[in-house]
């Protein structure tokens, strides 16, 4: 699966080519090596990374909440929101690839690429085999990302971080960047009922100011959705998103919860 990234993957050493080392690894002429993982996901880092990333057990409630259809809606709004030219997509915080098989299963390309990357080893051992056309690899977003400089036809980035700059040196000049952020109300019943990491009021302006020296606001939308979930499905939600880490999560109860979140899509500026 990672042969088909191969022509869009640098080398984060020394930015030269990478070709197949053997059935294992990756290699760029200079020598530097980087293993593939038996699951099919490349570690191009040069290093620990300082950040973890999502835990075995976030990754598995996310895989367990996304494969019941909760949060389908949010696929077929950011698949509705653009149609790239042909070439590569890249899933920047790609989590378990779901949203990057959706979008290249609805492109109308069957040959289109996709690349997700993450720093979650757990994540990427599920995204590795989330869609035949998509490899992953293990990369900091925070850091210079691996890829060649204006090789991506689009980028989506789902509840993940920006990095403004480098998303623009790897768009194609006629490229567009897909970015899915929680609205305001997002998960606003269970915020008020456990504790939940709310978030900020003022996260759109945030988003907008990190990413505005280098892209241009092109379409902006949200979609809503009302879910009635029970204990288990309300855990599986909590379970898969930071709060996580600060919420007892057997004591999450059932009932009305609602999902809301902002389509936005960025063309270079």
Known sequence: MIDGALPYLRCPVCEDTLTRGDERSLRCPRGHSFDIARQGYVNLTTGRSPHPGDTAEMIADRETFLAAGHYDFVATAMTAAVRPEPGLVVDAGTGT??????????????????????VSKPALRRAARAHPRAAAALADLWSPLPLVTGCAALIINVFAPRNGP??????????????????????????????????????????????GA??????????????????????????????????PLERMTGGTVTVAVDVTVYRPA
Do not use: N, W
């Open 97 to 118: 690839g779901s949203y990057l098989a959706a979008l290249l299963d609805a492109l109308p390309d069957q040959d289109t690429p996709g690349l997700g990357l993450d």
């Open 166 to 211: 480098e998303f623009r040196r790897v768009l194609a000049p006629g490229g567009r960047l897909a970015v899915v952020t929680p609205a305001p109300e997002h998960l606003s019943e269970l915020v008020a009922a456990h504790g939940l990491i709310r978030v900020d009021p003022g996260k759109a302006e945030r988003v907008a100011e990190a990413l």
């Open 214 to 247: 280098d892209f241009t606001a092109v379409t902006s939308t949200t979609h809503r959705r009302t879910l009635d979930l029970s204990a288990a499905e309300t855990r599986t939600l909590v379970g898969m998103t930071p709060s996580a880490r600060h919420v």
